[in-house]
């Protein structure tokens, strides 16, 4: 079962490793995404000369760790239909475990400072899984999010964390972490990104794995009904709780990923609930139906919110109007929308029609205008009536 | 400085001279505020550094400045701007660095992510930093600038620590404005002169809660327990841009202390005076404040009403000297009703300006012994120990990289002509008073004092 | 002399008024997600939105009204009839508001799975953060003589204590809402007619109510007293681009203390988060922002259901 060509319906498949077989375009797409994946420093460099201010390593670096921990939302998200909105707490878990052990143990070791951010985010992600088992649904949500608030208020009271400021992540005299003892100077910050790189990769492939398991299928029993699930076998509490210490492990990551790539953590970019909210929207408008949407989500985030605030002061509204269009337009999200019977497909053909109607037979287009005329017409009258009725009472 | 009566008169000192007096160059003396009583309009004209001109290229020289521009901090953060770029706009005028090279100074807010737009100063290749406002900015910052190896003159973020433990030994990181040490000594030596150290036994402390504002509270908790051994009874810490104040403002109330030191800043100060004067705390208390001036265009009339309020204002008050005898100090408040959002410049807009006018002189006194534009490790050397004027004065930056100047106080009162409040009564207290000497940590020195 | 105790009961009163403002946001929230079923994130932003409203409001309506100086009782009725004129005007430019968003964005979603509506309040709540900074900027705005004004009016004189007059007059308006509240919801036939269309949504259409127009009547309810919120909070402070985020943070925890849904719990929710955080900035200045959360997250594990609610019963 080895990296190979394979016959697939009478056409030639490319088979990356055991059990993933790509058609060849997909896995054209796959190798393009990973040279991207790593061309970015030097892309960045050409970004540079062309001005092209967003085109940069800390703001792409930004939307992959961000990404990474939304693909491990995805887990809840997608497969039991549970909606986190505290992740930011395992992403600031992870963010501020490197902090505190660079600055109080003098911790000088980039693999160390990582490993422990994943595994202190792991523990937090396995103590709020156990508690919030039990629920699902918006109870669910608003409980990630108290535990969410919580370890931001935590961060935000203790001047030992650093209270509003947070804290810097700059251990020992070459005032920055070292990989395999070895001082990175200049280089830190690409060196880093390439870990990051590797890191992502890594972690989708893991979750890759799991979501062609047996697992993934359980998960989603569970995510459709979960009474029914139960009736039928599955260990619903430890399987959730599972998939809840999973999504943890990539928050942690993520998380110290973040703090050692730009060396300050703060309680309001780590832990506040509107950075939970942004972990799902990002799944969201990558499309939380596939594996790559919540990465690509991320970086898309990111760099459409740097972006906008280059360009105009209203770069929120921006944002809203995209997550609305979002919302109304694109439900599977960019990744999810490119696929087979994505909207841009329907759209395409749907506008071929159109434009076919309109060729042989013109007076289409006015029923067109008095239907969208009558519609618009409609609308106008529902409102009238509701602000009348709102402003003299029910009838 | 000489009188604009007597210009012409002054015993023989010629333009030259007087050019020289001020630093030596155009520039100099159009920073300084002096353009108009040494004559001509300030262009260049091959004053100083002219003779190193011709190596010395025309292209613009990049400047990026990090500032709140929006928002409550924004109130603050904008004073900074503006004062920026006045000093920019007369270097400009005065022909550009060296007379050649003009300014142009990009101005970037520092609330959302300061590291990222700073770190995009720099991959854009910019040869000068300025701010930030925020000291918690200026910790995150400071390392990176050393790392970067491009001057950054801060105007304000002015915590303790930044020097002393944060960037212990700065190369490239400067700071323009009197740091909270300075601030601090100044109010307690204030409260003493104005209430006596024997009326003065219990404190308290209504302070922004972050950095800053514990810094500070820490450090004049210690300067007035050394002046007049005094107890604090009370310490609250507000967030910055709080809303609702009154929790801590009935404490103080019940606490009824001699003094009530705060360094709520900006927007802050109103809501703060305007819940005290509500909560009749101006009753139980004298409020003691570093830079509740920095409100001065904001705050109004009623929140000053009945108060006995003492506020420094770093190292500039407009009005002393008073600008009626001062032309420099005139022509600034003038220029400043020329900007928008700057109706009475306080110390900020003087943070802003003197970051620019330190570095500027001190540019051009490099290009004036080199004869080339200097690198940006021979511009640190010379900012160490470096002194030059702005209408606020003479400054110096010291060896330790931390501006020095003299400090002001005063009584806070509303001017209904101004429109704002205004500092009466103030009085000045040099670096000698205010500021340990350079080597020493400020809680050493100040655990020194015998009184 | 201050008293300990005098200072312990200023202290409580000052989270009364908060938790007072803050029930009037909470309230709207949590009729809205119990009889909507939608979380409102962009609700924050409803209350910012009416603060700035309200500034130009104050402004119009104190400097249009010749009030008479003097400082007698004319005075003072004078001034708080026109303060609380001011207030509700804010309270009714907030329903058009509400109308369109609910008629416009939000109706399309119900049936859509949670997430988007999750995903489109949020957006909402850019949204209109974003047409606040467009109408006003981005500095923070502050009445002029409403607080002082009505600061010289009397009250906790009499009682020995000091407390501004302000905020008695903020507790005084929370209570008659509150009240006004529950009497339009028992007692009215058209909060009657809300309440059977939350707890039993087919019933309802089946003796012809129009759920649509309850729907966007409860969400401009909603909008109205997040709007009216607004107005009372800011004349001692100001209005800033930020103040929205707060109030809907905390009234989560408000409508889980008190339950999803119930009007009841709401009220007793928010005064219960408002005093609590009043005493612990005195007391325990780190808890002030944990200790509501820590709260939330008990009553989540140990009674879901809140203290008082159920799905549907507002009252």
């Keep these: 079962m080895s990296p190979g060509l394979v016959d697939r319906d009478g056409e030639t498949h490319v088979r990356v490793i055991q059990g993933l077989v790509l058609s060849k375009r997909r896995f054209a797409g796959l190798l393009l995404g990973v040279v991207f994946l790593f061309a970015v420093p030097d892309l960045v460099r050409v970004a540079q000369a062309l001005d092209i201010s967003f085109f940069q390593l800390g703001v792409i670096h930004r939307g992959l760790v961000f990404g990474f921990a939304a693909v491990g939302l995805n887990l809840l998200l997608r497969h039991t239909e549970l909606v986190s909105f505290g992740h930011a707490a395992f992403f600031g878990t992870g963010a501020y475990t490197a902090a505190v052990t660079a600055v109080y143990l003098d911790v000088t070791s980039l693999l160390i400072l990582l490993l422990l951010a994943t595994a202190i985010g792991t523990v937090m992600a396995g103590i709020i899984g156990a508690l919030s088992l039990r629920h699902t649904g918006l109870y669910f949500a608003l409980l990630t999010l108290a535990f969410g608030q919580l370890l931001y208020a935590i961060a935000l009271g203790q001047s030992a964390l650093g209270g509003s400021d947070g804290m810097p992540v700059r251990p020992g005299e070459a005032n920055e972490p070292l990989l395999l003892g070895q001082s990175l100077g200049d280089a830190y910050g690409i060196i880093l990104y390439y870990i990051t790189a590797i890191i992502v990769l890594v972690g989708l492939l893991v979750m890759w794995r799991i979501v062609n398991s047996p697992f993934r299928y359980a998960l989603d029993a569970i995510g459709q009904d979960r009474t029914r699930a139960e009736f039928i076998g599955l260990p619903v509490r430890r399987y959730v709780w599972v998939a809840f210490v999973i999504s943890g492990v990539y928050g942690g990551v993520a998380g110290g990923l973040f703090a050692v790539f730009r060396q300050y953590v703060t309680p309001a970019g780590t832990l506040y609930f509107l950075q939970s909210g942004d972990i799902l929207y990002m799944a969201i408008l990558g499309g939380f139906k596939t594996l790559l949407g919540p990465l690509v989500g991320g970086v898309l985030l990111v760099v459409l919110e740097f972006v906008g605030r280059s360009v105009t002061p209203y770069f929120e509204f921006l944002t809203g109007a995209v997550l609305v269009i979002l919302v109304f337009g694109f439900p599977e999200g960019i990744v999810g929308s490119i696929g087979e019977d994505g909207v841009f497909r329907r759209a395409l053909a749907r506008g071929k029609r159109g434009a076919a109607d309109l060729r042989e037979n013109p007076s289409v287009a006015g029923d067109w205008a008095r239907r969208i005329g009558g519609g618009l017409r409609r609308q106008i009258d529902e409102s009238l009536t509701t602000l009348r009725v709102i402003v003299f009472g029910v009838s | ?451 | 002399m201050a008293s300990g105790l005098e200072t312990f009961i200023v202290q409580t009163l000052n989270g009364l008024q908060f938790g007072f403002v803050l029930f009037l946001v909470a309230s709207g929230l949590t009729v809205i997600l119990g009889i909507l079923d939608v979380l409102n994130l962009a609700h924050g932003e409803l209350f910012a939105f009416g603060a700035y409203v309200s500034v130009g409001v104050f402004g119009y309506i104190t400097g249009a009204i010749a009030i008479p100086a003097g400082g007698g009782i004319v005075t003072n009725v004078v001034f708080v009839l026109a303060i609380l004129a001011a207030i509700v005007v804010t309270g009714l430019v907030l329903v058009p508001v509400g109308v369109i968003f609910e008629s416009v964005f939000i109706r399309p979603i119900y049936e859509r799975d949670q997430v988007y509506q999750l995903v489109l309040t949020f957006a909402l709540l850019l949204i209109i953060l974003d047409v606040t900074k467009f109408i006003w900027g981005d500095v923070p705005i502050r009445t002029d003589s409403v607080y002082s004004g009505i600061n010289q009016i009397p009250t906790s004189e009499f009682l020995g204590i000091n407390f501004p007059t302000y905020n008695v007059f903020a507790i005084l308006l929370g209570a008659v809402v509150v009240g006004g509240l529950f009497y339009f919801f028992e007692r009215t036939k058209t909060g009657r007619i809300i309440r059977a269309t939350a707890i039993n949504r087919e019933m309802a259409t089946a003796i012809g109510v129009s759920t649509d127009r309850v729907f966007t009547l409860v969400f401009a309810l909603g909008a109205f007293l997040a709007g009216i919120a607004g107005a009372v909070r800011v004349p001692p402070t100001a209005a800033t681009l930020d103040m929205g985020t707060n109030p809907l943070v905390l009234s989560f925890v408000v409508i889980v203390i008190g339950g999803l849904g119930s009007l009841r719990g709401a009220f007793v929710g928010a005064v219960a988060v408002g005093v609590l955080r009043s005493w612990m900035i005195t007391f325990y200045p780190p808890g002030e922002v944990a200790a509501p959360f820590a709260i939330m997250a008990v009553i989540l594990l140990v009674k879901p259901e809140g203290l008082f609610g159920t799905w549907g019963e507002t009252a």
Aim: proline share 4%; with cysteine; aromatic share 8%.
């Design chain 2, 1 to 451: 400085m000489v009188r604009k009566g007597t210009q012409h008169d002054a015993g023989g000192i010629d333009r030259r001279g007087l050019l020289k007096a001020v630093g030596g160059t155009a520039v100099a003396a159009a920073l300084a505020g002096c353009s108009s009583l040494i004559g001509g309009d300030g262009e260049g004209d091959g004053d100083g550094a002219g003779a190193a001109a011709g190596t010395v290229t025309s292209d613009p020289i990049e400047a990026g400045m990090l500032t709140f521009t929006r928002g409550a901090a924004g109130v603050l953060g904008i004073q900074a701007q503006r004062g920026a770029e006045l000093a920019v706009q007369r270097i400009n005028d005065a022909g550009g660095i060296a007379g050649k090279r003009e300014v142009n100074l990009d101005v970037v807010d520092e609330g959302d992510s300061p590291l990222d737009s700073y770190n995009q100063f720099i991959e854009e290749g910019k040869d000068v930093t300025f701010g930030p406002i925020s000291s918690g900015t200026h910790a995150q910052i400071a390392p990176e600038v050393e790392s970067n190896e491009v001057v950054n003159v801060g105007t304000d973020g002015t915590v303790t620590t930044l020097y002393e433990e944060t960037v212990p030994d700065p190369t490239y990181s400067f700071r323009f404005q009197n740091y909270d040490v300075m601030e601090c000594v100044t109010m307690a030596r204030e409260a003493v002169s104005r209430l006596g150290a024997d009326n003065i036994e219990t404190v308290a402390g209504v302070n922004p809660g972050y950095t800053f504002g514990e810094d500070e509270m820490a450090v004049f908790t210690q300067a007035i327990q050394k002046l007049t051994g005094a107890e604090v009874v009370y310490e609250g810490f507000p967030e910055l841009g709080a809303s609702d104040m009154s929790n801590h403002i009935t404490s103080v109330n019940d606490e009824q202390p001699d003094v009530t030191f705060t360094s709520l800043w900006g927007g802050d100060v109103t809501t703060f005076l305007r819940q005290a004067s509500a909560n009749d705390m101006y009753d139980n208390t004298t409020v003691v404040g570093s830079i509740l001036y920095s409100a001065a265009g904001d705050v109004p009339a009623d929140a000053l009403e009945g108060a006995e309020l003492y506020s420094g204002s770093r190292n500039f008050y407009w009005d002393h000297p008073q600008t009626g005898n001062w032309q420099p100090g005139q022509d600034l408040f003038d220029a400043a009703q020329d900007q928008d959002g700057v109706s009475i410049p306080n110390a900020h807009y003087m943070s802003g300006y003197g970051a620019v006018t330190a570095w500027a002189t001190a540019v051009e006194k490099a290009i004036d012994v080199l004869g080339t534009y200097p690198t940006q490790e021979q511009i640190a050397t010379v900012l160490e120990g470096h002194g030059f004027f702005t209408p606020a004065g003479y400054h110096v930056m010291a060896a330790d990289h931390q501006g020095m100047s003299n400090a002001v106080a005063g009584q806070m009162v509303y001017d209904d002509d101004l429109g704002g409040a205004r500092l009466e009564d103030v009085n000045i207290y040099s670096p000698t008073e205010t500021a340990p000497p350079p080597g020493t940590p400020a809680s050493d020195w100040l655990e020194s004092w015998t009184g």
